[in-house]
């Protein structure tokens, strides 16, 4: 169930990124929201972190299969975070460069 909710998460968190990045703002206002998004999952993955100390030994004590890091990707929301915050700052600098 976690993975469904983060798929539909990240939908609607990319549809609204690319209807930022088709408006008229500005490029400021475009790298501000990107920073934010990958400020929270830093932060989001810091109390993790500090709250599940066993995480780590969880992680490492999985039996590793081809679909595992998929599986772990979309169980874990500030991994989608930063990802999408680093595909939006791809699509605001190719935005920025392209006005020239």
């Known amino acids: 169930m976690t993975i469904v909710f983060n798929c539909i998460f990240v939908i609607l968190l990319i549809y609204l990124l690319i209807t930022?990045?088709?408006?008229k703002s500005k490029f400021l206002n475009k790298l501000k929201i990107s920073l934010v998004l990958f400020i929270f999952s830093v932060l989001y993955g810091i109390v993790m972190q500090l709250f599940l100390v066993d995480i780590a030994t969880f992680f490492i004590d999985?039996?590793?299969t081809?679909?595992?890091f998929w599986i772990e990707l979309m169980e874990?929301?500030?991994?989608?975070l930063k990802i999408i915050a680093v595909i939006n700052l791809f699509s605001i600098w190719r935005a920025k460069h392209g006005e020239k």
């Open 20 to 23: 930022l990045n088709k408006s």
């Open 76 to 80: 874990s929301p500030e991994a989608l």
């Open 66 to 68: 081809n679909y595992s």
């Open 62 to 64: 999985r039996e590793i």
